[in-house]
């Protein structure tokens, strides 16, 4: 696949080195707190033709940063605790399983939750958006505001729709959450069971050509020991790759668990992790890609009653999950989201915490609309659609070319 996103191991490795970053300290990936830096402005946005002005904002996206789930909370610390259990350790593998209590411990109560940082995302996010298009806000109107009944999704609308509220006090802003906008907003790529079976061996397979868990089990106990049966060695690996990759959402240091893999062993596990959510997330197909249709469809018909005069809203704003983000950039053929064909995509890029599409609205005096589009709140183009100009689309072309993709 080509795209924004493919990579190499060896790209990976230079981008890291650009940004000043040591490979052990990376570990992120689906984890990747949001990308945007505070230091730095807005991207500068192409100019739109001459007459057009934003009248309306159609927004997804997915929750901020957040604690792991329940089952990504325990099982590095389940899986630890077996492996220590009766066995003497190392002064190496003291440490890791006392950094590996003391992270499960945090998460005591918050499991799932978001983060300090991710309500931080969410409010810069808001905060950007009405800066960016006071058109839009200024006078007012109303702001339509839904979630996925997930309380990171309810609380990521929270913090954005506050923002927006305190830089202009005259919005109407109406929020609701239900298990109805959930399944709306968290439909992900079509798998059947028997695809899902071939690709954990063949993920297993790839990842025992470039890693070996023993030398991290032959650290751990002060003598030569394996690990028990009941333990695989590569679970526990993944896991405890897993949990240091949740450091960068909790504003901890980003080698809190890294430092126990040498830079070969990250990298390796780094492009496990990279190959197993472009696998998950990203559909094979535009056929797997048809769960997304019902939350496309949402986006096109809200768009045309704002557009028509039949509703009043200035925004529609939808707070989901990455299960349905992916799948909808997809279906819509944003760049960088074609179908994956097998190669690993940098998926912290395509699919941060918090990443968001905008579709900025623009009428003229004419009534003509033209779309721009905004992946992580800069501009992306639709592949092989022809833009009307720069990184903007007439809405009626760009929307017949989206219902010719619901199949």
């Not at 909370?73 to 002064?91: F, P, Q, T």
């Not at 062993?265 to 496990?272: G, K, R, T, V």
């Not at 096109?300 to 005069?309: E, F, Q």
Request: hydrophobic fraction near 40%; proline fraction near 4%; charge should be positive.
């Amino acid at each position: 696949m080509k795209g924004l996103f493919n990579r190499g191991l060896g790209l990976v490795m230079g981008l890291m080195l650009f940004l000043g970053y040591l490979p052990r300290t990376i570990a992120q990936e689906i984890y990747t707190p949001y990308i945007f830096k505070e230091s730095t402005p807005p991207s500068k946005l192409s100019p739109v033709p001459e007459d057009f002005s934003p009248v309306y904002i159609s927004h997804f996206g997915r929750h901020g940063s957040r604690y792991h789930l329940s089952k990504e909370a325990s099982e590095a610390y389940d899986l630890m605790k077996k492996a220590v259990s009766g066995r003497v350790l190392s002064r190496l593998g003291s440490d890791l399983y006392q950094d590996v209590t003391f992270l499960h411990s945090i998460h005591d109560g918050k499991a799932g939750t978001l983060s300090a940082l991710g309500g931080h995302e969410h409010r810069g996010i808001g905060r950007r958006m009405g800066e960016r298009f006071p058109q839009v806000f200024a006078s007012g109107g109303k702001v339509l505001a839904r979630s996925s009944s997930i309380g990171r999704c309810k609380t990521s609308m929270q913090n954005l729709t506050s923002s927006l509220a305190s830089l202009y006090p005259d919005l109407e802003i109406k929020k609701s959450s239900n298990i109805f906008l959930y399944r709306l907003f968290s439909r992900g790529a079509s798998r059947t069971g028997a695809q899902k079976k071939a690709f954990a061996a063949a993920r297993d397979s790839l990842l025992q050509q470039h890693f070996s868990p023993d030398r991290l089990v032959g650290a751990i106990y002060q003598s030569d020991e394996t690990l028990p049966d009941k333990v695989p060695a590569l679970s526990l690996s993944r896991s405890l790759y897993a949990y240091s990759a949740i450091a960068g959402c909790l504003e901890m240091d980003l080698d809190y668990l890294t430092k126990y893999f040498t830079p070969d062993e990250l990298e390796a596990l780094s492009a496990d992790s990279d190959f197993y959510y472009s696998k998950k997330l990203f559909p094979q197909t535009l056929k797997s890609a048809q769960p997304a249709a019902g939350l496309l469809k949402d986006i096109i018909s809200r768009a045309d009653a704002v557009l028509s005069g039949k509703d009043t809203q200035v925004a529609d704003l939808r707070f989901g999950h990455d299960s349905g983000f992916v799948p909808l950039c997809s279906l819509m053929g944003l760049e960088g989201f074609q179908p994956w064909e097998g190669e690993t995509i940098s998926v912290g890029e395509a699919v941060p915490m918090g990443a968001n599409i905008q579709l900025i609205f623009y009428k003229n005096s004419k009534n003509e609309v033209i779309t721009k589009i905004l992946h992580n709140e800069k501009e992306i183009l639709v592949t092989n659609l022809k833009c009307f100009s720069n990184f903007t689309y007439k809405w009626e072309v760009l929307k017949e070319f989206w219902l010719s993709r619901i199949l």
